[in-house]
């Protein structure tokens, strides 16, 4: 199974970026995704942008990540 999480793409470092997931900063490479901008959200797996997310879309994902760890955590 893979997992992909998105990430805001803080600052562009040549072929890497420097990425937010909420308040966590991490860098990435954005090989795969050449033309990413700053400001702009990113699907993030295994270390790499593997692709771009409108920011509605991404918002939209987190918020269901966000939902589904509340329910983890208020357990059956």
Do not use: F, N
Request: aromatic share 4%; with cysteine.
């Amino acid at each position: 199974m893979c997992l992909g999480v998105p990430a805001k793409v803080l600052e562009i470092r040549g072929d890497t970026a420097i990425v937010d997931y909420g308040g966590i900063s991490r860098e990435v490479s954005v090989v795969l995704v050449p033309d990413v901008k700053e400001g702009e959200y990113v699907i993030v797996h295994a270390g790499a942008a593997i692709a771009r997310l409108d920011e509605k879309e991404a918002l939209e994902i987190l918020e269901a990540w966000r939902e589904v760890l509340e329910a983890m955590e208020l357990g059956p």
